[in-house]
């Protein structure tokens, strides 16, 4: 369970840096994420890319532990433990900090961090 959700959320986290560093200018993309006008989204593309090469960052971190944690021996299973927790815990964090920031972004905020806050919740079983 703790694997499935941590891969889900890198999955969830990739798709948000394509979003943010990638499709960024195109008017589908920034309408989903309330940008008024192609001006604002403009203005806002080097703060998104940026922003999009958090979240890949997060995935990388998350599925390299699980990569870790399934085809490691002892050592390298307790390394990528401390790598999904590591990055499975900061995708929980922001999402609160989301919801916490704007609670009509409550939607956006359960997408990014439910399955983090699974995988977290399956370590705690197996702990």
Do not use: C, K
């Not at 203005?43 to 599925?63: D, E, S």
């Not at 609160?96 to 399956?122: C, K, Y």
């Amino acid at each position: 369970m703790t694997a499935v959700a941590a891969v889900v959320a890198a999955l969830v986290h990739v798709l948000i840096f394509v979003l943010e560093s990638v499709r960024w200018r195109l008017e589908r993309t920034w309408r989903v994420f309330g940008i008024a006008s192609q001006e604002d989204a403009e203005t806002t593309q080097p703060l998104a890319y940026n922003q999009g090469f958090y979240n890949l960052f997060l995935a990388v971190g998350a599925l390299a532990g699980v990569v870790l944690m399934l085809l490691g021996g002892v050592t390298a299973a307790a390394i990528g433990l401390g790598f999904v927790v590591l990055s499975t815990g900061s995708m929980l964090a922001a999402a609160l900090v989301l919801i916490l920031g704007n609670a009509r972004l409550a939607r956006p905020a359960a997408i990014q961090g439910l399955p983090p806050l699974i995988a977290l919740l399956g370590l705690l079983v197996l702990v």
